[in-house]
């Protein structure tokens, strides 16, 4: 019996070795450990057995037993393995192949500027302002220091509903309305759309879109104004543009300047972008007139304040390097979906 | 403003390259826009001398010339047919290098030839510059020249800068006041010019001429002189040349006399011919009703009693400040004239101006306000002229008609209040000294000032700051960001925080963001299918507009997302999906501004868009807002859209009523089709300020379920115009509060079902946030539906 234990295991164990699959293991299992199993029979027979024998002989079964056990355990683990295996490599993808298109939509090239222009004001305590397009006279001309027949008024071709009513030509209205109903400390942006009488080519729109910032306190001063610019610079061109104020006039500021950022293609070295000059025209600003102060019921004896404004169309031109500006309107699907 | 550099530099020491002072120009306030060198690439041209003039052996049209160039005498082939011996020409030396190419010895038919005679278009100029250069043919110098001079300095070649000149400073729109900028620009001094006349011919002034003025509010000051035994003839090429470079045309010595101190001083001058002033009186007046004037530019002119005229004893001889009149125009028999330099109400002048249509160089200046002290400087100038050209005797004394009002033309310098609003710390010294160079007179006692009276642009403390500032140059200020100042809070408004919602949501629905213009074309409305008496024609009208098709303010975006749209389609883009959040402008009664509405606007077609796709974003929307108490409603009014695909989103009111909030369906055919959009357009349109309103920020957590849903399905067949929102309604309200979620799975017609119905199913979900559910009661609940469809529907289980 010794011997038929012993001749069962060697060939168990060698029979485990050439399974292959499962179900084979489970027969396996069934045909040496099973009720009716090689093994179980064996077992049934150790009654006749000696009762000397009968320790001795039943140690070595259950010997036998466990190793047919952990046989067949390893074996499974084998198998589980492999089929495993077997199944990554069978259903293995290839990678380099196009994802399933997600159609997001993307917003336009003015209002991610914008977009990026407000987040730079907000984190700097300003608040956005917001006026009517269709505008009085009052508002965008006289209030501004521009009375009528003013010869600052022939640079903004105007649009005109009536005498007194008109598409403003500029953000700077805003400024003017907000003063009347607020008390300084005064801290807006006021973004919009602005329409001067231009024809429509690559490089003009009698419709864009302006910022306009304005900033009213005591003791407000153009150094403040230049730090100002300095920071909403470097936020929207990078942390390495430089900026440049030349003076210039306008009505509803004073002392008045044309402010320039080192150009976004060379980094002020010259080159195409900026026709060699280094430099790029980017906005206007100033220390806020004291006519227009007073006409916003604030007193320049108390107050000072500085206001700038800025084209946003041709900014994002510049960022997105959009070479005419009608693409801006025309909404083509394949442009739009670029930014 | 165009000034020649060496006009400049009669007055001031330009000590710097030309790149140097032209940034140091624009960083004090005269922006340079650009610089043209005449002169560029004319090198090694001179003048010579043509002193014998042969036949060439071997060909017809050739001249061979011995030419004077004045270190040498050279042999010169030339085919020019206006040239003969004893002219002065330009010639271009073996090595010169042109425009058109190297010069080098040659030989033409077997003879050589040493340089080149040069034509006005080989020289780079033009005909505005060289106005008696022959049509074809060598340039012939029509003045003594000395042979060898470079062409450069013989033709006056300069560097001619192009200054840009704000409104504020008319001064600047002279050689002088350039001058003046320069000189404090580059610390220099400015070279006051003494300008000194003879006055040789006998009598007063004001024994020939007597001034009136009638209108002193629009002529403060009227000033003139007489000049006898003029004669007139062309000017010199110095002169002329200058008046070409800084873009004016020669016409005779007194006209170019007249406008070269108009371009060196900045007031504009006029010369009459004396002879045809009647009555020797000068009356400077409004118009009468009906009087003509034809200018100087031949047009027949019609005055009104708003325009002012320079008038003799009769009748009108100028538009002040505007144009002369033909009547008294110098000519070549002009042998007395009267010079006038005046000064004249800026907005009477552009008035005029505008009216009639004219813009001449002096109207420009005059617009904007000029200096009253300057007209007899002027005149002056204009008298050392004539007598230094020879074109007329001067005669004694000026005669002035001076009502200019007093003006405050002190200023306190107040050192302090200009460093606190520029942020600097410049010493007085230093902005007394600027203030000097700019010519204020400075009492440093009193700290007061005069303003010269060419500043009338001077006002305030705000102004002295921005002379300091420029010269101080803007870059040096020093930038703070409002230290010391109260800190304040950044923020969105509610409002703005709700259109960044809106924008999101849009995109992350797959729609791009749009920008259309706000102006449009009355004709929209006809492509739109709008009856005449709709609401939305009544738009606000641009009384000056581009063009038709952008002449009114929009009262509606849909025809601007059509528009789109179409654009796509034909250029065959399957599949477009856009929006746009802008405003529309409704005009209101009694109103001087209309109401402006922030409109959001969807569009689209293509792959995937049917009306429930549309709606199905819309809702999204509604959710993204925090909008909860809304209904949908058919909408078959709209004559944009579809009658059968349309649907109008309806709001809730407190009161539990509805208002209307927008429309969403599908485009109407006929409307698609004038608009060029595909057959199947989808698109809606919703009023922001109402969806704002509705909306809230406000977000409720809801414990997440403890106890199982059960799921239920149910199909009914009801009539085909049952809608599904009122069997919904009507399912939540019969099943009570254990049904969690109900939602529409399928909807069939066809074989399966009796015509002119439907089958409708909907899956159920019930659940008690407090226990677990029983069969009984949800078997309940359900047969409560079945009842309630049955009996208000007429539904039959399927």
Known sequence: ?339 | MKAPLNWLKDFVDINVGIREYVHAMTMSGSKVEGVEDMGEGIDKVVVGRILEMEAHPNADRLKICKVDVGSEMLQIVTGAPNVKAGDLIPVALVGAKLPGGEIKVSKLRGVESYGMMCSMEELNLTRDYLPDAPENGVYIFNEEVKPGTDVKEALHLDKVIDFEITSNRPDCLSIYGLARESAVTLGVPLKKPEIRVREEAGGNASDHVTIEIENPELCPRYSARIVTDVKVGPSPYWMQHRLAAAGMRPINNIVDITNYVMLELGQPMHAFDFSKITGSKIIVRTAREGEVLKTLDGQERKLDPSMLVIADAERPVGVAGVMGGENSEITEDTRMILLESANFNGTSIRLTSKKLGIRSEASLRFEKGLDPENTIKALDRCAELIELLGAGRVVRGIVDCNKVPKRQDTIRLDVDRINGLLGTDIPVEKMVEIFRALEFEVDTNTMMMKIPSFRSDIESAADLAEEIARFYDYNNIKPSLLSGKEAMRGKKSYKQRMEDVIRNTMCACGLNEAYTFSFTSPRVFDSINLPADHPLRKAVVISNPLGEDYSIMRTTMLPDMLRVLATNYSRKIETARLFELAFVYHPVEGQELPEQKSVLTLGMYGEDCDFLELKGIVEELLAAMGISDFEFRPEREDPIFHPGRTASLMLKNADGTFRKAGVLGEIHPEVAEKTECPERTYAATFEVAALIEASTPDRKFKPLPKYPAVPRDIAVVVKDEVYVADLLRAIRKAAGDILEDVSLFDVYKGSQVPAGMKSTAFALTFRSPERTLKDEEVNAAMDRILKSLEHQFGAKLR
């Open chain 1, 1 to 339: 019996m010794k011997q038929q234990l012993e001749s069962i295991q060697k060939k168990a164990l060698e029979k485990l070795e050439t399974i292959q699959e499962l179900r084979e293991l489970e027969d396996f299992r069934v045909a040496y450990l099973g009720k009716k199993g090689e093994l179980t029979s064996i077992l049934k027979g150790m009654g006749s057995l000696s009762p000397e024998e009968r320790p001795v002989i039943g140690q070595l079964a259950n010997e036998v037993r466990n190793a047919l056990e952990a046989g067949i355990a390893a074996a499974k683990e084998r198998l589980i393995k492999a089929a495993r295996e077997e199944k990554i490599r069978q259903e293995t993808l290839d990678v380099t192949m196009p994802g399933r298109a997600r159609k997001l939509g993307k917003k336009h090239p003015i209002t991610l500027v914008l977009d990026e222009i407000k987040e730079i004001f907000l984190g700097m305590g300003y608040e956005i302002a917001e006026g009517p397009e269709v505008e009085l006279d009052y508002f965008n001309f006289e209030a501004l220091n521009m009375p009528r027949n003013h010869p600052a008024r022939d640079t903004q071709d105007t649009f005109y509903i009536t005498e007194d009513v008109l598409l403003r030509t500029h953000t700077s209205p805003v400024q003017a309305r907000y003063m009347k109903d607020h008390k300084p400390p005064i801290r807006i942006i006021c973004p919009g759309r602005v329409y001067r009488s231009d024809a429509v080519d690559a490089t003009h729109s009698p419709i864009f879109h302006q910022v306009e910032g304005l900033v009213v306190d005591k003791g407000v001063t153009m150094g403040d104004l230049v730090g100002t610019l300095q920071v909403f610079a470097k936020g929207v061109f990078g942390e390495n543009t430089r900026i440049r104020l030349r003076p210039h006039h306008f009505n509803f500021t004073e002392p008045s300047a044309e402010v320039d950022v080192s150009c976004w293609g060379c980094g002020g070295t010259g080159c195409r972008i900026c026709k060699g000059e280094g430099w790029i025209e980017i906005l206007g600003a100033g220390m806020v007139h004291p006519n227009v102060l007073r006409a916003g019921g604030i007193d320049p004896d108390v107050y000072s304040g500085f206001a700038f404004g800025l084209g946003i169309d041709r900014i994002a031109m510049g960022k997105f390097g959009i070479d005419d500006m009608r693409l801006l309107f025309e909404n083509d699907i394949r442009f739009l979906r670029q930014f």
